[in-house]
Each structure stands twice: as C-alpha cells, then as structure tokens.
C-alpha cells in the first residue's frame, strides 16, 4: 500500500536467466539460449555479455535489430553481475534472486520498498524472436511458463503471471493453456505481431478458438516482433520509437479491425508498455475510414462488424499508459475510467520507479480514478489474487 492506495502493478518483470530451460526435453537441450561474453567487448559498456539464441545474439547494440534487453551480465556472476546489485535497476540495490525470481522473498521484499501488493510478472522480451523453429520457440515458451507458474505458486496471494502463447505450432499453443490454465496463469501473452503474420491470421483461428474457451484474458506486450521494423532500428532509441512501438497499432487493428473482438465477445485485451497516446491515432484513422471504404471496398464484409467507439467503450480494451501521460485525461475520456492500468515495469531501470507516486500526486484525477488505476482495473482484468 502506498499513501493509503492499495498497488496492483500490471506489468512487471523477471529477467531472463539460465533456471528458465531446467525443464526443457532432452532432445532442444543443446539449443537453449546460452551466456556469450564478448571477448573484445570492453567499449561495448553494458553490452559486452548477451545470449547466443538459435544462431542469434540478443541484445546486441548496433546495426539492424539493435534493442535494449537484460543481459547474463545483468544476473550472473561469472559474466559481470554483482550478486547483491543485479539488473540495472536505480532506485535501490537489488539482489540476483530478486529480478530473476530465484529468491522469491527477495521480490516480495523489494516490493514492500515500492509499496506494491500485488504484482503480474512478465518474461523478458526477447522472447518475441527467441527460435525460428516454431516448436522450439514453444518449448523454450513452455518451460518458461513452468518456471514463473512454479516460482509464483507460494506467493499467489501477491505474484500473479502470464504465459507465453506460442502461436506459430498450434500443438505447442494447445499443451502451453492447458499447462497455463492448471497451474493458475493470471493472463496470456502475445507480441504486437506473430512475426511476419497479424494476430488475426486465418492460421491462428484454431488457437484462439481454443483460447476463448480457457476464459484467460489476453496481453499484447512491447517488443521488437515485426522483423521488417526491427530492420529499420540501429539503436536503442529507435527500438523504443520504431521496432518496439508501433506493433500496438498492428496489433489493435488485428483485434478491432480484422474483427477478433466481434468474434470473440468474451475476450479482454490489454497493451501495455506501449505507452496510451497512440490510441488516438488507431481509433480516429479506424473511425475515418471504416465509413469511407462502406461504399469503396470490393468486399466489404472484411470491415468490422462492430464500431470502433463501441469496441473502445465495451470495458475489453485496456492500456498501461505512463503515468506522466499529458493525454491521460483524454484517455479516459476514450476509454472509460475502468480500463487504465498502472504498471511498474519493475525491475528495468526505465524511469518508472516511482509511477505510482506519480499517479497519487496527479492533480487532473479523481481519488476514485486513481484507485481503480492503482488497483481495481488491474483486479478486473487479471482477477484478484
């Protein structure tokens, strides 16, 4: 709790670390990502240590595909880590088996620090390019899930977690639910595209038959999933601004303009670490152009059946907007007060530390709206623990 508010952190973190593939089977073993240290790395700064991921380096700091991610000299000793200040967190010191899950009370603690109650955890990012061999891409998936599901299990009354959905092999997507659904997932989660494929790609229509029966509720997260936007990216900067951002609007129009919320009426979707303002555009250039193809379309039925004010309103679509947000007024007024959830992004150092402070010491929202983003969204969507 924090200034009497109860915290619901929507989206929070674990970074990556080896304790993830323990349960991979025997036969990808030797395909697990691996710590890699740059012999020649010393100008590289913080990135002179990365993940060797079928055939790739990630993250790497330069040239096409350049993005930010945890490094193995973020959570092991032997490639860099200190043991007591791990990641690259900056408000205060935090342990190895803190960020990476391994010491489950040394999360709960740091969490207390942050006045946080509850917390959903999220994998590392690289997961959204992590295999090209779609069955490995889902057993590295899979044996995530198991990690977080059984780190989590002891502390459910404040850890909740999402899985991985690995789309591209649908049998890996059918064990990964019903894995996730037994050992208590809080959610799913996808990327803003399934590589080169929108989220609505007729071949993904058998997975998410069977994902509206589990009755999760579905993330799309930041991350770099669109190969011809990673391509454009040549550093960090552009990772945040290109590669990373603009898979939302892909992915919104996948779930409102190609029709999956019609199709699916029980399903609720949030995005988050996309930031909010770009709400605005996706649902004024829908809203546009929606009517103006009605009488210009050769068929007219791939519009979708429903209007985008409606979908916006209907209480399905969420956003993890930041808590500095000037548009977060605006947002509200779109979306309704029901639908902001407020995340930490907790263990990354990217100037989230105090977002939930930041959300208290707002002058433009009601207490009423700051507790339900603080908490009560985060308890609609995710459930309460």
Same mark, same amino acid.
Request: hydrophobic share 40%; with cysteine; charged share 25%.
């Given at each position: 709790?924090?200034?009497?508010?109860?915290?619901?952190?929507?989206?929070?973190?674990?970074?990556?670390?080896?304790?993830?593939?323990?349960?991979?089977?025997?036969?990808?073993?030797?395909?697990?990502?691996?710590?890699?240290? @740059?012999?020649?790395?010393?100008?590289?700064?913080?990135?002179?240590? +990365?993940?060797?991921?079928?055939?790739?380096? !990630?993250?790497?700091?330069?040239?096409?595909?350049?993005?930010?991610?945890?490094?193995?000299?973020?959570?092991?000793?032997?490639?860099?880590?200190?043991?007591?200040?791990?990641?690259?967190?900056? +408000? @205060?010191?935090?342990?190895?088996?803190?960020?990476?899950?391994?010491?489950?009370?040394?999360?709960?603690?740091?969490?207390?620090?942050?006045?946080?109650?509850?917390?959903?955890?999220?994998?590392?990012?690289?997961?959204?390019?992590?295999?090209?061999?779609?069955?490995? &891409?889902? &057993?590295?998936?899979?044996?995530?899930?198991?990690?977080?599901?059984?780190?989590?299990?002891?502390?459910?009354?404040?850890?909740?977690?999402?899985?991985? #959905?690995?789309?591209?092999?649908?049998?890996?997507?059918?064990?990964?639910?019903? &894995?996730?659904?037994?050992?208590?997932?809080?959610?799913?989660?996808?990327? %803003?595209?399934?590589?080169?494929?929108?989220?609505?790609?007729?071949? /993904?229509?058998?997975?998410?038959?069977?994902?509206?029966?589990?009755?999760?509720?579905?993330?799309?997260?930041?991350?770099?999933? /669109?190969?011809?936007?990673?391509?454009?990216?040549?550093?960090?900067?552009?990772?945040?601004?290109?590669?990373?951002?603009?898979?939302?609007?892909?992915?919104?129009?996948?779930? +409102?303009?190609?029709?999956?919320?019609? =199709?699916?009426?029980?399903?609720?979707?949030?995005?988050?670490?996309?930031?909010?303002?770009?709400?605005?555009?996706?649902?004024?250039?829908?809203?546009?152009?929606? !009517?103006?193809?009605?009488?210009?379309?050769?068929?007219?039925?791939?519009?979708?059946?429903?209007?985008?004010?409606?979908?916006? =309103?209907?209480?399905?679509?969420? #956003?993890?907007?930041?808590?500095?947000?000037?548009?977060? +007024?605006?947002?509200?007024?779109?979306?309704?007060?029901?639908?902001? #959830?407020?995340?930490?992004?907790?263990?990354? %150092? &990217?100037?989230?530390?105090?977002?939930?402070?930041?959300?208290?010491?707002?002058?433009?929202?009601?207490? !009423?709206?700051?507790?339900? @983003?603080?908490?009560?969204?985060?308890?609609?969507?995710?459930?309460?623990?």
């Amino acid at each position: 709790m924090l200034e009497g508010f109860k915290i619901y952190d929507a989206d929070a973190h674990v970074l990556m670390t080896p304790e993830m593939w323990e349960t991979l089977p025997k036969q990808y073993w030797l395909r697990r990502p691996r710590p890699v240290k @740059f012999g020649d790395g010393h100008e590289l700064g913080n990135w002179g240590t +990365a993940w060797l991921v079928d055939g790739r380096i !990630e993250p790497h700091p330069f040239g096409p595909g350049t993005h930010a991610a945890n490094t193995p000299g973020m959570v092991l000793e032997e490639y860099g880590a200190n043991r007591a200040r791990a990641g690259d967190f900056t +408000a @205060f010191s935090l342990p190895v088996g803190c960020v990476t899950l391994g010491d489950v009370a040394d999360r709960l603690t740091a969490m207390d620090k942050l006045g946080i109650d509850v917390q959903v955890l999220f994998p590392s990012t690289i997961y959204a390019t992590i295999a090209a061999d779609a069955t490995l &891409e889902g &057993e590295l998936f899979r044996a995530y899930n198991r990690y977080i599901g059984t780190r989590c299990r002891d502390a459910a009354k404040r850890l909740r977690w999402v899985g991985l #959905l690995p789309m591209r092999d649908a049998e890996q997507a059918r064990l990964a639910m019903k &894995e996730m659904v037994a050992m208590g997932a809080a959610a799913a989660v996808v990327f %803003g595209t399934v590589g080169d494929r929108m989220l609505s790609h007729p071949s /993904f229509e058998p997975i998410w038959n069977e994902f509206s029966r589990t009755g999760l509720p579905l993330c799309v997260h930041m991350a770099m999933s /669109f190969p011809p936007l990673a391509q454009l990216c040549e550093s960090i900067q552009d990772a945040n601004m290109i590669g990373k951002a603009m898979p939302a609007q892909l992915a919104f129009m996948a779930m +409102a303009g190609h029709g999956m919320l019609d =199709k699916y009426p029980s399903l609720k979707v949030a995005f988050l670490e996309f930031g909010g303002e770009w709400i605005f555009y996706s649902v004024g250039r829908m809203k546009q152009y929606a !009517e103006v193809n009605k009488g210009r379309m050769a068929d007219p039925s791939m519009l979708p059946k429903s209007e985008v004010d409606d979908l916006v =309103k209907s209480g399905r679509i969420y #956003l993890g907007p930041e808590s500095s947000d000037a548009m977060l +007024a605006h947002e509200l007024k779109l979306l309704g007060d029901g639908q902001l #959830l407020y995340s930490s992004d907790f263990p990354h %150092g &990217e100037g989230r530390d105090n977002a939930a402070m930041e959300i208290i010491e707002r002058q433009d929202l009601t207490k !009423e709206q700051k507790r339900k @983003f603080l908490y009560d969204n985060a308890a609609n969507f995710y459930g309460e623990p």
